[in-house]
């Protein structure tokens, strides 16, 4: 493994801050680096975007990788290097990372981006076409985890599977049915506890209503506050009927809970 660079250190703060290096991801084939500052605002065909209001999330590949500082990881490909910096803040300080991307001049973007943000030291960049020629053979058996972004993945799963370590994990994202269909037919020849999940976004409303104005509604799903147990003159226990009820609904639901 690689020493640290103790002249630069790594943000492990959860949230965006005023000089922070922001990937911007305008859409699948469209991404562009922006310095946060405040007050500023990014201007593009969506509309106005404030730095003050920008969030990141990436945790659930985190989590499905289970990385933990050590750990070294492949990934494939490089691309704005987005992911390749949160990969390698959780393998960090002892961990690597080494990503590959068979585009030059995206690679050598990403160098200079993990420079200024100050991962350089446990990421190396490398430029192969892992489709056609999967990974390194230095790596065979050596990884405790494996991610792959790539157009046509099943190609590339054999030779990922191979550099896994034993109980090690391999994460292959895409966007189409099609693709996951055909990923998972390749797996299920090199790996076992093979599982897809969609990962959705979603803010639920949870509110507190009276009974009596709970509206009939599908989305809407209700949950019963605990009963009020009191005891009579005579010993009996008596419960109290609820006057409220806890509903849960999505925010974009359309729905009047008053």
Same mark, same amino acid.
């Given at each position: 493994?690689?020493?640290? +660079?103790?002249?630069?250190?790594?943000?492990?703060?959860?949230f965006?801050?005023?000089?922070?290096?922001?990937?911007? !991801?305008? &859409? !699948?084939?469209?991404?562009?680096?922006?310095?946060?500052? +405040?007050?500023?605002? #990014? /201007?593009?065909?969506?509309?106005?975007?404030? !730095?003050? =209001?920008?969030?990141?999330?990436? *945790?659930?590949?985190?989590?499905?990788?289970?990385?933990?500082?050590?750990?070294?990881?492949? =990934?494939?490909g490089?691309g704005?290097?987005? #992911?390749?910096? *949160?990969?390698? &803040?959780?393998?960090?300080?002892t961990?690597?990372?080494h990503?590959?991307?068979? !585009?030059? /001049?995206?690679?050598?973007?990403?160098?200079e981006?993990?420079?200024?943000?100050?991962?350089?030291?446990?990421?190396?960049?490398?430029?192969?076409?892992? /489709?056609?020629l999967?990974?390194?053979? =230095?790596?065979?058996?050596?990884?405790?985890?494996?991610?792959? +972004?790539?157009?046509?993945?099943w190609?590339?799963?054999?030779?990922?599977?191979?550099?896994?370590?034993?109980?090690?994990?391999?994460?292959?994202?895409s966007?189409?049915?099609?693709?996951?269909?055909? *990923?998972?037919?390749?797996?299920?020849?090199?790996?076992?506890?093979?599982?897809?999940?969609?990962?959705?976004?979603?803010?639920?409303?949870?509110?507190e209503?009276k009974?009596?104005?709970?509206?009939?509604?599908?989305?809407? *799903?209700?949950?019963?506050?605990?009963?009020? &147990?009191?005891?009579t003159?005579?010993?009996d226990?008596? /419960?109290?009927?609820?006057?409220a009820?806890?509903?849960?609904?999505?925010?974009?639901?359309?729905?009047?809970?008053?």
């Amino acid at each position: 493994m690689l020493a640290m +660079d103790t002249t630069k250190k790594l943000s492990f703060t959860k949230f965006i801050a005023n000089g922070d290096l922001v990937i911007v !991801h305008e &859409r !699948h084939d469209a991404t562009k680096a922006v310095n946060v500052t +405040d007050g500023s605002v #990014l /201007q593009n065909r969506f509309g106005v975007l404030k !730095h003050s =209001e920008w969030i990141k999330d990436i *945790s659930f590949v985190i989590m499905c990788l289970e990385l933990v500082p050590g750990c070294l990881v492949l =990934e494939s490909g490089t691309g704005s290097g987005s #992911l390749t910096t *949160s990969l390698a &803040r959780a393998v960090a300080p002892t961990g690597h990372v080494h990503t590959f991307d068979f !585009h030059e /001049q995206r690679a050598a973007s990403a160098r200079e981006d993990f420079e200024r943000t100050g991962v350089n030291s446990v990421v190396t960049v490398g430029v192969r076409d892992l /489709q056609g020629l999967g990974f390194p053979d =230095e790596f065979v058996g050596q990884a405790d985890a494996v991610f792959l +972004d790539l157009r046509q993945p099943w190609f590339a799963i054999p030779s990922a599977a191979s550099t896994l370590k034993p109980d090690a994990t391999l994460c292959s994202f895409s966007p189409c049915i099609e693709q996951v269909q055909r *990923s998972c037919e390749t797996l299920t020849e090199k790996l076992t506890d093979i599982r897809t999940f969609e990962v959705l976004l979603r803010t639920h409303e949870v509110r507190e209503v009276k009974t009596n104005t709970v509206p009939g509604h599908g989305n809407i *799903s209700p949950m019963r506050l605990p009963r009020k &147990r009191r005891q009579t003159t005579d010993g009996d226990i008596e /419960q109290d009927e609820p006057s409220a009820v806890i509903l849960t609904k999505p925010s974009g639901d359309n729905l009047n809970l008053n």
